[in-house]
């Protein structure tokens, strides 16, 4: 009899630690114990950090700040919580993990190829329209959000002291991640990549549908950054006309990247008559007006 009870003691013990890790998870991803080589999150430490290279994902949701201004503190955390339970799972899916919530935002974190990554993206902007046809139901406006990628190496570990820590990802790369994010809303585009995305996927980056957006300067790098529109986000309806009209859209941002101005024009205009929906067209349009019109002044 004693030794059936300490057996249930032991069972109801152990699972209830199995609960706690599990609790605990959902705060520290359980991807950041396996790099740090860690079996339990009792044994992480202040400083323990390792070294790898990875996919970042950045999204937000558009005129946020907007949205939130007409609805109550409760409000906004149903609104946020309702729909990360829509997109992150596009993120678990598809080989990621997610390093942190930031309000509306997510950050998430890709181990392997940049396949992944790609596939995650396309997968919330799916994600996306089923948020918003519920919306629909309940009489609410739709949502958009930006998505910026890149890929690069990072420090994955832990800052804090002994009272409190927190697991973080430390790196230039993920700071350039969350620059493209901020690029999609230049230009009215729903997922930006960087050139080193694009270069990760070897043989395979010419069986995915992108257009050259050209080398854009961005906050706190020297040298300008070679970034693309990921065309794989769109609808088939939204894919249509930037894909007939690719050649000559990369055709006017070359020109541009040249100082040829006015031979990029015609070009653009033939686009934006096609499709005015164009988001990059019609930026690159409002740039040659404005230097057109520092010309003549």
């Excluded at 400083?47 to 939130?68: A, H, N, W, Y």
């Excluded at 309000?103 to 948020?131: C, E, K, N």
């Excluded at 800052?159 to 993920?174: K, L, P």
Aim: with cysteine; proline share 3%; net charge neutral.
């Amino acid at each position: 009899a004693v030794l059936a009870v300490n057996i249930r003691r032991r069972i109801r013990s152990e699972k209830k630690l199995i609960e706690t890790n599990s609790a605990y998870y959902r705060f520290v991803p359980r991807e950041f114990l396996d790099y740090l080589n860690k079996n339990d999150i009792l044994d992480v430490l202040p400083g323990d950090c390792v070294k790898r290279e990875m996919s970042i994902l950045f999204s937000d949701i558009r005129s946020f700040t907007t949205l939130s201004e007409n609805m109550t503190p409760e409000e906004n955390f149903r609104f946020i919580n309702s729909y990360l339970s829509y997109i992150s799972p596009a993120i678990r899916n598809n080989g990621g993990f997610i390093d942190k919530f930031i309000g509306d935002a997510i950050m998430a974190l890709f181990p392997g190829s940049a396949d992944d990554v790609l596939r995650a993206a396309q997968d919330m902007t799916y994600r996306l329209v089923d948020f918003n046809l519920m919306r629909a139901k309940e009489g609410l406006q739709p949502i958009s959000i930006g998505i910026g990628i890149h890929r690069g190496d990072l420090m994955l570990g832990t800052v804090g002291e002994a009272m409190r820590m927190d697991s973080t990802v430390i790196s230039d790369a993920v700071n350039l991640a969350s620059r493209l994010e901020s690029l999609t809303k230049t230009y009215g585009a729903h997922v930006i990549v960087s050139e080193q995305v694009i270069d990760s996927l070897d043989e395979k980056r010419d069986l995915f549908l992108k257009r050259y957006l050209g080398r854009v300067n961005v906050k706190g790098k020297h040298k300008p950054v070679v970034v693309y529109e990921w065309l794989e986000a769109y609808s088939a309806i939204e894919k249509e006309p930037l894909i007939r009209y690719r050649e000559r859209f990369e055709e006017a941002v070359r020109l541009i990247e040249k100082g040829h101005m006015t031979e990029a024009a015609p070009l653009l205009k033939e686009i934006l008559k096609e499709n005015p929906a164009d988001g990059a067209a019609k930026y690159l349009m409002t740039r040659l007006r404005a230097a057109h019109e520092e010309l003549e002044v």
